[in-house]
């Protein structure tokens, strides 16, 4: 009997092994240079010369790397998840592209309503006769189906006298361009019968015969000869709409506005800073809130921590026109930090020795941020002879120098980059970090391990303070460039939206604060470019943010009931080593 050994499996190759080892690298890096090949061939239209005719190019070309890098982190940090990530942005899109062609199923309505012209033209000699709506060769117009109009009109019917032998030619058309109404036009005898009727013109009737006419939608009957005297009739309505021309013009106002939403920012180099110069502060309260977060601590304090530090570093900007800006603009991001680090500070003593709730502590927190921020404005800022609350505009020293020629895109991309290192290392690299990810895990047994939990959940929420004061230092310093009212416009609280998105994973913050930021920017140029209402925009979204963090706040609140679960399961073995059996 012979025994066959089996043979072991080959060794997989050094080239093989290597690139299973590094796939998730290899597929970011692939998908980060794509990005910013694809963005930059927008941006320029494919045109080299164009790109370098460009101010400040160069940096135009370094941030779009950077916005590469984030998607290269994403994907190496996420892994899997980064596809259900993706996944969920394209339903939520293709959500958003339904709703909005349902709500542009009245975009054929335009060729119902407008002002229109009628009028018969003749060769021949107009008779003058009482009674008649109309004479050989005089316009008379008005408007179809006029919106919010008791009684709006919806056909005419126009008298004319005309004698045998006339050789009339009707013609019933919109008033100009910005009219889109498709009429049709009928020649009726005096009992009413039609005698002729058309629906459309000709081009060269548009072109070369009639100077009146604006499309081939207008309606022309052309050189029809009276069969005897008396009095006719000009009737003239718009066309009948089909479902086809319906569904046809809902589907092409959907596509346009989409192409405005998912294109629009990065048409042009001004549409593009608003994009980056969005995501940067929403990338710092995204950070500000995922620091906290990873230590269980629902704050959201942001808000506050935002104004207190454009306050200070506001203070400063106007209180020092003649310090160099070399000092001065380091100054600022030193006490703007300070100054969210303090105001974080507050609420993080509240609940390590204190016990107080972080989510209504901080809440509250904010309300007084905002209003002693609106006092110090009305009262000490604001200049005497201003006609709107505002502070004076900061001068060229205290504002953060501009990277981008024609955009607010600053240094503070530069402070993010260092912001979000910091960052990582913090969480990752240091003892603090490992007590914040351990008091996120399990509070009862970072107690266990010796770990000072009050000290740790205070520090956590002054370091996301931090963070959120540089982000109000960024929209004071480097976008507005003074101090005003509602200065962020509640955009603290859509770092939340961010951080979860990124499943409190810093070096995903990024990356899921351009593609917030970008929804916001296309969505304000889907409202200016495709004509779609106010009102649509943020319903699509709504839509698109509901369903891209429904999965993250699952996963988050899940993750938190298991920990819940494993301190109550902790406690219950306690008490019975406790009691007497």
Known sequence: MTVQKKQAPAAPSGDSSFV??????????????????????????????????????????????????????????????????????????????????????????????????????????????????LEYNKRRGGEFNKPNVVAPVSEIA??????????????????????????????????GAVLEQATSATARQVEEIFDDLVSV???????????????????????????????????????????????????????????????????????????????????????????????????IALNSPHVPGVILIPFIILASATAGFIYGLIPGALKAYLGANELVSTLMLNVIATRFFEMVLNFQLKPPDAGYVASEKFTANAVLPVIVENT?????????????????????????????????????????????????????MAIGGIVAGLAGMHLANGIHRQLILNISFALAFEGVVVALLARLNVLVVPFTGLLYAYLRAG??????????????????????????????LVTFFQARQKRADIDETGHAVESLEGADV
């Not at 709500?103 to 407008?114: E, I, K, T, V």
């Not at 889907?526 to 993250?552: C, G, P």
């Open 408 to 460: 607010q895109v600053t240094i503070a991309v530069f402070i993010l980059v260092i912001v979000v290192l910091i960052s990582w290392l913090l969480i990752r690299r240091t003892p603090l970090g490992y007590e914040i990810r351990i008091i996120g895990s399990n509070l009862r047994f970072a107690d266990y391990g010796g770990v000072n939990s009050k000290r740790t959940i205070m520090l956590v």
């Open 523 to 552: 969505a304000q140029f889907m409202e200016r470019d495709a004509n779609v209402s106010f009102e649509v925009v943020r319903m699509i979204q709504a839509i698109i943010i509901l369903l891209i963090t429904a999965e993250a």
């Open 20 to 133: 299973r080892k590094h796939l998730l690298l290899i597929i970011g890096a692939v998908a980060g240079i794509i990005v910013t090949l694809f963005v930059t061939n927008t941006l320029f239209d494919g045109s080299l010369e164009k790109m370098t005719d460009t101010p400040t190019w160069q940096n135009v070309l370094l941030v779009n790397a950077l916005v590469g890098g984030c998607i290269l982190l994403f994907v190496v940090e996420l892994k899997r998840q980064a596809i259900r990530v993706l996944l969920t942005v394209i339903v939520a899109l293709l959500l958003g592209f339904l709703v909005t062609f349902v709500f542009n199923l009245d975009s054929a309505d335009r060729f119902r309503r407008g002002e229109f012209r009628a009028q018969v033209i003749s060769d021949a000699e107009p008779i003058e006769t009482d009674g008649v709506d």
């Open 217 to 315: 939608r207008d309606a022309v009957i052309e050189g029809y000869t009276l069969p005897a005297d008396g009095v006719y009739t000009l009737y003239s309505r718009p066309e009948e709409i089909d479902t086809g021309t319906v569904l046809s013009e809902a589907l092409n106002q959907s596509q346009l506005a989409f192409e405005a939403l998912l294109l629009g920012p990065i048409e042009r180099v001004n549409r593009w800073g608003v994009w980056i110069q969005d995501a940067i502060t929403l990338i710092l309260l995204g950070m500000s809130f995922a620091i906290v977060f990873r230590a269980q601590q629902f704050s959201l304090g942001a808000e506050g921590q935002l104004y207190f530090g454009a306050l200070v570093s506001g203070i």
């Open 158 to 191: 126009w008298t004319f006298a005309g004698s045998e032998g006339d050789v009339v030619s009707l013609l019933a058309y919109a008033k100009n361009r910005r009219s889109d109404v498709n009429v049709l036009v009928e020649l009726r005898d005096a009992s």
